[in-house]
């Protein structure tokens, strides 16, 4: 690996040190790699711990990026303390880990929320969202329940997010209703009228009022009612949106401000300022510790671009001119060859306005192949005529320079469309990045959500996508009531999949009434279940909540590893134990453990992993026994107050015993533990024996039968199925099963290989089968022979296989894409071999991707890509043809009268240019026809005069 030499600008950025900096950083000047420099110096040299660091990004991809680099560069264990993220990111995690929210809930995306909101409107989700001006009022209902909330809560004017969702004809609707109603027309008012918007519409449906006044306030109560509604729906089934995030997080902070309970940050750097709105930055103000060490903003007034998601340049603006911030710029650009970048450079200074002193000078640029038409404008006589002969010449750029990368740039989902279809006619792969994000796709939403619930059954959202994905509902909000409706009873849809009859619950009350369950515990040397050792066992049986006289059990055991020093901000109880204790070999003390339990229920509080360390601490040790064997299934406490609490913020065991007020002590010593798990059982037991009878209830109504017997019927065995490989190892397919049926056979297993899958529609023939086989290998080894490889990808292809064959899905053209790059650049099969794992690892992370995320893949061996200008900010490529530069387009038409518009149009032009590393076409047509089909010429964006002396003109057909 080369040795990073930073420049002058660059290690005067990485020693900056206390106080504000703000550093302006166009493109090419190695930010990347100066952020991570920054992480080791602030440790090394100024003493900063790794957990005091905070580094916040625009996007997941950059974010993912410098983790990249981190990790690749410094060596250090606790490196992985630093939080590197994006703010929407940051704030989930505080509010799940301070348990400012239910520990149930989930993060819906805006698709959700149509989803939502299309039911209250009886309107068809789908139709919705291709409905551009549709959409639109949509988004003004969610942005209008987010502002209601900063209302309510006085958040700052300046603060509030999209406040243009309130438009002048709701301002006037809500000022004649005060008027009516004798009320002055400020907060309260609004907050009245929102909360009580059903109440308004029926006063305006009963007076006499002009028609023509009567129906802007009946549109502006029905956007409250639906908003309304819409922040109803999320509480009542623990639902958060992006707004939600950031919202919750803020106040949190603002009534914290004091006390500093939550954690803040010592040291903190945040990239792209110029793209956080208000709101974010106000965050990121009272994230920073009092007193702190550094903050560090980066941002580049030349590519502010994200206006309409409440972005605003006057955050870059304000802190050039604090005068406690110390300003810096990278001067010098390591990645674009100076006839590039005296077009950048021209550009930002006669059209941006920027000063020249701030522009970079070129580096130390490797040229190779160039041959004198590196910048052209590429001229063709009709739009139609321009899409195929740029089509073409990417062609050609691909031939000539076979390992290069060529982008078209384009203005609009529109262009991407039509230049992605003419690719397709010619045979010319790539990747296409606009429109509708590849990992919206409902088919691509419906295999994650199989994912979801396999890391997490309690995952309301993706239990719902699966109901609708698999044919349960027709429809997304009969299956989101579904869910609901089996939340509220204490009901996993799981449940329904594992057991022939009965729910996990019944079964609980029933061994609690009927058996003796063995409630234990364990301390171990790490949290790792298939490598680390169990240190002390402690159990105690009861019947009918009663201890068994004599029952109780401990032993301690030897271990040749590491045990840790701390556990958490506290010292690890279990050493100072040891000491005062009998140490038994593995063998002796696991042999004692199973001989204790045997012919008893097995019952922790966690279960999953005490049950499955010590499978494997038997696997290992004492291989003669096996626990799925002796104990083919077992009950978990923590899942019981999952079922029976929804409502709680968290669920380890000191939480529970104050806040369901229980004796006990979580003291970190398993013998303590179990007692106290014992008491959160009994808890259990009271409430979920008045239970049953409701349960019994609802399965046997025959409308819910029917759905779960379709449930079963096409998803049953794949869902078992998948659950049974999730401790499956690479190394040495071992496989742990959890349920009650025990582990399936070789018999059984080969019978499912052979049996084709029936859903509702029937049988498929053997020759559609034989012909979904073939088309999945491609899966299996992308373009290139890069091996698509893990547990998670294979449980991915396995599902999209079944899906297909069942005819529930469609085939999804990009789904290699996407493998190749959880395979490639996410997932690392060796360190983390089960799907268990994996899923532990990257579930959160795989349901934050984006296309763009694809396009740095080393593992995606397409050549040319297709994107809209604002996805493609971050990236860049060998050769880049910005698609119909054209007077009306670049910038949009209907700009011209609006001064800021304008301006950020010509920002979008910047980024478009300066996503080049090689080569730079600007296409324009000469010609277009209007709605008449009547021909009229159009002229190069006047963007270009300043730079035009830069290119070659070339003609196509000439």
């Known amino acids: 690996m080369q040795t990073f030499v930073p420049d002058h600008c660059q290690q005067e950025v990485i020693a900056a040190c206390g106080g504000f900096h703000l550093v302006l950083a166009p493109p090419g000047c190695g930010k990347t790699q100066i952020l991570t420099e920054r992480i080791r110096y602030a ?11 905070l580094c916040l990004t625009f ?53 959700d929320a149509v989803s939502i909101l299309a039911r209250y409107l009886n309107e068809d989700e789908y139709v919705v969202m291709g409905n551009t001006a549709r959409r639109r009022d949509y988004s003004d209902v969610f942005h209008l329940e987010a502002m209601m909330h900063q209302i309510r809560y006085n958040h700052p004017k300046a603060l509030r997010v999209h406040p243009d969702c309130i438009n002048a004809d709701d301002i006037g609707a809500m000022q004649r209703i005060c008027k009516v109603t004798g009320k002055t027309f400020d907060a309260d008012a609004m907050i009245d009228i ?18 023509g006044y009567q129906q802007p306030l009946l549109k502006m109560l029905q956007k409250m009612s639906l908003a309304r509604q819409f922040q109803h729906y999320k509480r009542q089934n623990h639902l958060l949106d992006f707004h939600d995030l950031l919202l919750m997080t803020y106040d949190a902070l603002v009534a914290d401000a004091d006390s500093q309970e939550f954690k803040r940050y010592k040291w903190v750097q945040v990239d792209e300022v110029q793209d956080l709105n208000p709101l974010q930055m106000a965050i990121v103000k009272l994230l920073t510790a009092r007193p702190f060490h550094t903050v560090m903003f980066l941002g580049d007034e030349q590519q502010a671009i994200f206006s309409f998601m409440g972005a605003k340049l006057d955050a870059l603006s304000a802190l050039k001119q604090q005068p406690t911030c110390q300003l810096h710029h990278l001067s010098v650009n390591h990645r674009s060859p100076k006839y590039l970048l005296d077009v950048f450079n021209t550009y930002a200074a006669e059209v941006l306005k920027i000063d020249p002193s701030l522009l970079p000078e070129v580096g130390k640029i490797d040229v190779k192949n160039r041959v004198g038409n590196e910048l052209a404008i590429l001229c063709s006589q009709t739009y139609e005529q321009e899409v195929r002969e740029c089509v073409q010449f ?62 997490n059954e309690f995952s309301f959202m993706s239990w719902a996508r699966l109901m609708k994905g698999l044919r349960v509902y027709d429809n997304s909000a009969s299956a989101r009531n579904f ?59 009861i019947r009918g909540g009663e201890v068994v006289p ?11 590893k590491a045990i ?89 065991l000191k939480y529970l015993l104050s806040v369901l007020g229980l004796e006990g002590n979580n003291s970190h010593l398993a013998d303590d533990d179990v007692n106290a798990t014992r008491n959160v059982v009994i808890h259990c037991y009271d409430i979920a024996k008045t239970k049953i009878e409701e349960q019994n209830k609802f399965l046997k109504d025959s409308r819910v039968r029917q759905r779960v017997d379709t449930l079963r019927r096409n998803y049953g065995e794949m869902y078992r199925d998948a659950v049974g490989r999730l401790y499956e190892s690479e190394k040495g397919k071992v496989k742990s099963e959890k349920f009650e049926e025990g582990e399936k056979g070789k018999e059984e297993s080969e019978k499912r290989k052979e049996k084709s899958e029936k859903f509702e529609e029937g049988e498929k023939g053997k020759e559609e089968s034989e012909k979904r086989k073939e088309k999945s290998e491609k899966y299996d080894c992308c373009d290139g022979g890069i091996v698509v490889r893990g547990a998670l990808v294979d449980e991915l292809k396995r599902f999209y296989d079944y899906l297909l064959d069942g005819g529930l899905i469609v085939e999804i053209d990009g789904l290699r894409f996407v493998l190749a790059y959880l395979s490639g650049d996410m997932i690392d099969a060796d360190k983390e071999p089960s799907l268990y794992e994996q899923l532990c690892n990257h579930t959160m992370e795989i349901s934050t991707l984006k296309e763009a995320d694809l396009c740095g893949s080393s593992n995606i061996n397409e050549h040319i890509f297709v994107t809209t200008i604002h996805k493609a900010k971050g990236l860049e490529f060998d050769n880049v043809i910005v698609f119909d530069a054209v007077d009306g387009r670049i910038p949009n038409y209907y700009s011209r009268n609006n001064p800021r518009q304008l301006a950020e149009d010509a920002r979008k032009f910047y980024v478009a240019l300066s996503r080049a590393k090689e080569r730079l076409y600007v296409a324009q047509c000469i010609q277009r026809f209007d709605y008449h089909n009547m021909p009229h010429d159009v002229h190069l964006t006047p963007l270009m005069r300043s730079i035009a002396k830069y290119f070659k003109e070339e003609r196509f057909g000439n």
């Open 483 to 541: 869910v609901r409706a089996l939340f509220d009873r204490a009901i996993m849809p799981s449940d329904l999949l594992r057991f022939d009859s009965g729910t996990y619950l019944q079964r609980f009350v029933s061994s609690y009434e009927k058996d003796t369950i063995v409630v234990f515990d364990t301390e171990t040397t790490g949290l790792d279940v298939f490598n680390d050792d169990i240190l002390q066992i402690a159990a105690v049986k």
């Open 394 to 455: 990417a062609n050609t750029l691909t031939r000539n320079f076979p390992d290069s990368t060529t982008a078209f740039v384009v203005n609009s989902n529109r262009d991407a469309e039509l230049i992605s279809a003419e690719l397709n006619r010619c045979n010319i792969g790539h990747f296409k990045v606009s429109g509708t994000d590849l990992f919206s796709l409902p088919e691509i939403k419906l295999l994650f959500a199989h994912l979801g619930v396999l890391n």
């Open 43 to 53: 440790h090394n040299v100024e003493g900063i711990a790794y957990a005091d660091m």
């Open 564 to 652: 840790p020093a701390m556990l958490g901000d506290i010292v690890n109880p279990i050493i100072e134990e040891r000491k005062h204790h009998e140490l038994l070999t593995h063998a002796d003390a696991l042999r004692q453990f199973m001989q204790y339990a045997d012919g008893c229920v097995l019952l922790g509080h966690n279960a999953d992993y005490d049950y499955h360390i010590l499978d494997f601490n038997l696997r290992r040790y004492v291989p003669e026994i096996m626990l799925s064997a002796q104990h083919p299934s077992y009950l978990d406490s923590l899942r019981l107050v999952r079922l029976l609490h929804p409502e709680l913020k968290e669920h380890k």
């Open 194 to 211: 929102y909360e009580n918007s059903d109440t308004y519409r029926d006063l305006v449906m009963s007076d006499t009022t002009d028609y």
């Open 550 to 560: 004599g029952s109780q059990f401990t032993l301690y055991i030897e271990t040749d």
């Open 59 to 111: 996007t997941n991809r950059a974010a993912r990026g410098m983790v990249e680099r981190i990790v690749g560069s410094i060596a250090d264990d606790g490196v992985g303390d630093v939080f590197v993220g994006n703010v929407h990111r940051f704030c989930s995690k505080f509010l799940f880990a301070n348990g400012l929210v239910a520990a149930e809930s989930s993060v819906i995306d805006e698709d």
